[in-house]
């Protein structure tokens, strides 16, 4: 009897059988799929993978990450911004409902439901349909949350203000001096909540860029402007003096005679 496809052999009762090797199959019986995958595919996957990661790290090394300035904890000016796939959640949270009083709810238990709601999805549709029209459940809650992610993301990116995020992070040089006492006794609880710990700009304006003379700065500091409130009742004559002799020199000239700038 010839070996052959679809034929059907009948053992003998009174033959003892042996247990045989198994054969490596024979590929050629599954179309496209004519190689082993130890060690043929997987040698083709590393290769591959080397070469992706070797792209990757000539692609850094041409183009490093933007660096900003040193982080300062006492900068509370600084607004921090999250990369781009967390900035639905940063929107999210600047809503009535998930904002205030409310940060845990929007913080802690809405991203919770949501990543519950996936890992029990296998539980929640478990038809054997593989076409997604047909599963309109599992499609519907994919459809909304990605309309979701994709709206909050476009949201927080439309309404920003990029301008004033960049210039937050740049490195600038100033002869600013943080060991100075006028600026850790007088001006780091005064004036860095507003204009940063490099006084370079925050919710208040730059003051390394400002090249304002000191009777301008005691002005604006005795006064107030705009937002900006009156210190004549918080700091003495000769606190807001020297605090306007430090910020006008923020932006003086170096050892050289050249103006310091960015």
Known sequence: MHRGKGMKFVGDSRIKSYDKPKLNRDYSEFPGRTE?????FLLKEWMTGAVFLVAFLCLTVAHPSPLERVADPSDT???????????????????????????????????????????????????????????????GFMLIAIAILFYTTWESSYYHDWKQQAKQGEIVFSNLDKSDPVYTDIIKSNCTSCHGGELTGGQGPNLVESK??????QGFVEKGAGKMPSFKDTLSKDEIDKVAKYVSNLHETDADGKELKK
């Open 212 to 217: 304002l003379p000191k009777e301008g700065v």
């Open 36 to 40: 082993s995958f130890w060690p043929d």
């Open 77 to 139: 000016g600084y607004t921090p911004l999250p990369d781009w796939y967390f900035l639905f959640l940063y929107q999210i949270l600047k809503y009535s409902f998930a904002s205030g009083p409310y940060n845990t709810f929007g913080a802690i238990v809405l991203p919770g439901i949501a990543f519950g709601a996936l890992m029990l999805a296998p539980w929640l549709d478990r038809g054997p349909e593989r076409k997604w029209t047909k599963r309109p459940f599992a499609s």
